[in-house]
Structures are given as C-alpha cells and as structure tokens.
C-alpha cells in the first residue's frame, strides 16, 4: 500500500462519480488511480474525462491490479453485494454507494464478511462527514434544544416517468425508499440517538416500486419521528428536530450548501438563531474519514452497524406499506 496516498479503484462510470472522483482528487489523503467500465472505452472515456491513469475494460482487471489499496462502488444496489465480496476476495478496502444491499439480512453478512477479511467497509452517505454534522451533534449533546421529542424529515425530487431509470426497476433495488428515504432514516435515527421500536408507512407505487412514501416512527420512550421521501414531489430536503426546550431545523441536510446553515429556536426567541458552519466539501470530508481509518487499521466511522441498523428500519417500513399495518422491530 502506498505509505502517502490511499490508491483508489472506481468500479463503474455511473453519474455520481462526478462527485466522488473530483473529492478523492482533491483529498490530500487520496489518489485516483484507476478506474473500470463494462467496456474498455466506457472505462477510457472516464479516465480521460476525470484524468484518470489507468481504465479497465473489466471490474475483475482493476480488482487484480496490485497498486489500487480501496475502491468506491457506485454500481446499481443490487450489485453492491457481490462486488463488495469481490473486493474484499482481492483485499481491497470498500466504499459502497448506499445502500450496502436490499435487506437487512444481507447487510449484516456483508459487514462480517469484511470482518473477517480484515477489510474496512462504509457506505458512501456524505452527510455524516461534514463539519456541520458534528456540531450539530455537540449540540444536541450539550441540551442546547432540551431533550428530543419529535424528529421530521424529508427528501423528495420529481424524477421523470422513465422505466429505463434503475430507480424504477425493482430487479434492480429500485424505489423512494432504498434512495432517498435512506437519509431520512438515517438522519432521524442520528437526531434521536436511538432506534425505533415499530413503524408505520404508507406508499404510491409504479413500475413495481414505491414512488412515494410517508411513515411515523415510534421509540421506546414514546418519542416519535414522521417521514416522507420520493419521486413525485419538487426537491425538498430538510430534518427538525423538536426538544422540550427549542427546536433544530437544518434546510438541507443531506446535500449541504456553500453556508451549510442551520437554525435553533429556543424558548422565548424572537426569532431563529441562524448558525453558518461555512463551506466544506463533505464527499472530500467522507474519503478522508475513510481513508483514515485504513491508515489506522480501524473501522470506519460512521461505522458498516450502522448501514446494518438503518436497514433494518427500511425493511421494517417496506413490509409495513405492502401489509398496511404496524411493524415491530425486533
């Protein structure tokens, strides 16, 4: 492994390599070193396009390339699984796109896989590493909103009715849920500090995916948390969270903008106190935070548990749309 600069292999051309390869080439703690397609001039294209040195016309001949030490997998869902196990087969280190895989189950023998390979394994949700994140975690910590009672989120954006989109075909792992209802989850379960004890959903669906859906959440010490995520709504990408003395509420979230703004309100507040964490990069924040952990022979934080917790709240709410009841979670 290089002793300056963690190599990173891309397995795949799909669009968000437009956000992760421009960080790992901005990352003083990484470099891109090569990248595969399913063809050699798809690869060639996108090495050129990202000036990358070297493009397989396979993801098995970057896999067998001694010089990558990590690769980022931005393959469609259902395929995270078996090129994780893939990489870690080669020993490389893993950053999957979320989710990790399409059920719980699945996460949890994916994550002891990398275990017991000695492989660093995380998913590739940017929110988590920016800066903003950790203050806001600081104070909600230090009681600055009281106790959380009530957290909301949203994600949702109008995508076009193609049947061609992998995010409406469900062979595929497609739907609002495993896409943009990942970071609801995520966030709300971050909020609380805790994980839900039952849940409740409702869904729209088409093309034999949910295209919409919206649920409730409760804990075990009767705190609540509601959702709504999907493809048929403008863009919308906020998380409140309700304390008995104030209340947080962060515009966007999931996808930070230069400002990175977000707004406390405490009891007897004129108005909103509005807190500029300012600009930061959270993708180049993410391929530190991982490469870090390489370094360091540790698991990466966040940690694979904690792919392995929001899923199972994601199954959890998926059964509850299709059977229209309550789900405990075990």
Aim: aromatic share 8%.
């Amino acid at each position: 492994m290089s002793q300056t600069r963690l190599r990173w292999g891309i397995l795949g051309t799909a669009k968000i390599n437009r956000q992760v390869v421009p960080a790992i080439k901005q990352s003083a703690s990484s470099t891109a070193h090569a990248i595969a397609g399913r063809s050699l001039p798809r690869a060639q294209a996108a090495a050129q396009e990202f000036g990358i040195p070297h493009a397989y016309g396979s993801y098995e001949e970057l896999l067998a390339d001694p010089a990558v030490d990590a690769v980022y997998i931005p393959l469609p869902n259902h395929l995270h699984a078996p090129w994780v196990r893939a990489a870690a087969d080669a020993g490389k280190h893993v950053l999957c796109e979320k989710p990790l895989t399409l059920t719980a189950s699945e996460a949890r023998e994916l994550i002891d896989y990398c275990r017991a390979k000695n492989i660093r394994l995380m998913d590739g949700t940017f929110w988590p590493h920016h800066p903003r994140t950790a203050q806001m975690r600081q104070l909600l910590d230090a009681g600055r909103i009281g106790r959380v009672q009530r957290v909301n989120a949203v994600f949702t954006f109008n995508l076009p009715p193609d049947p061609g989109n992998i995010r409406l075909q469900p062979e595929m792992g497609g739907g609002s849920l495993l896409d943009v209802g990942w970071y609801c989850i995520y966030g709300i379960r971050w909020a609380m500090g805790a994980e839900p004890v039952r849940v409740w959903a409702t869904a729209q669906y088409a093309y034999g995916v949910d295209m919409f859906m919206a649920g409730q959440l409760w804990f075990a010490d009767d705190r609540t948390a509601s959702f709504e995520c999907g493809f048929t709504a403008p863009l919308r990408m906020w998380l409140e969270a309700v304390g008995t003395t104030g209340t947080l509420r962060v515009p966007h979230l999931w996808l930070a903008d230069r400002e990175a703004v977000y707004e406390v309100t405490t009891d007897g507040a004129d108005a909103p106190e509005i807190i500029r964490a300012g600009p930061a990069n959270q993708v180049v924040a993410m391929i530190d935070d991982f490469a870090a952990a390489v370094r360091a022979g540790r698991e990466a934080v966040p940690s694979p548990e904690e792919s392995y917790r929001n899923m199972r709240v994601l199954d959890a709410l998926a059964q509850s749309a299709r059977q229209e009841r309550v789900v405990a979670l075990e």
